[in-house]
């Protein structure tokens, strides 16, 4: 018998999109086509700001939108759990305050939604 107590809840929980492997070479590719960055340095160990920005918003999207773990999506992209979180927190600050930010965040989102 499954107690009655454990499905208190399950209703809000947001619905989980499945991720596949061509999700996030896809999401690579919108944000390389729309800034004009190469695309194979988003998933590689380079500190330059477009860059992070870009794994940045890689971060958000799966975590808001494919309800993933933060260690599953250090895993997708060889990062730390810890890394993740700091993007996380940074990409609030990013959003409010740098517009071109805010612009490639918004059609990214856009565009995944769709998918």
């Known amino acids: 018998m499954i107690h009655p107590y454990v499905f208190i809840g399950l209703e809000d929980r947001p619905v989980t999109r499945k991720?596949?492997?061509?999700?996030?070479h896809n999401m690579c590719q919108l944000?390389?086509?729309?800034t004009g960055i190469n695309k194979e340095l988003i998933t590689q160990?380079?500190?330059k700001r477009e860059?992070?920005?870009?794994?940045?918003?890689?971060?958000k999207i799966?975590?808001?939108?494919?309800?993933?773990?933060l260690m599953q999506i250090g895993k997708m992209l060889d990062k730390d759990h810890s890394t993740v979180i700091h993007s996380l927190e940074m990409h609030e600050c990013d959003y409010s305050t740098d517009r071109l930010y805010k612009k490639t965040f918004d059609y990214v989102e856009e565009k995944v939604l769709f998918w």
């Open 31 to 34: 944000i390389a086509d729309f």
């Open 62 to 69: 799966l975590r808001q939108h494919y309800n993933l773990s």
């Open 45 to 47: 160990k380079t500190r």
């Open 51 to 59: 860059y992070v920005l870009a794994r940045q918003i890689i971060y």
């Open 19 to 24: 991720v596949i492997a061509s999700t996030l």
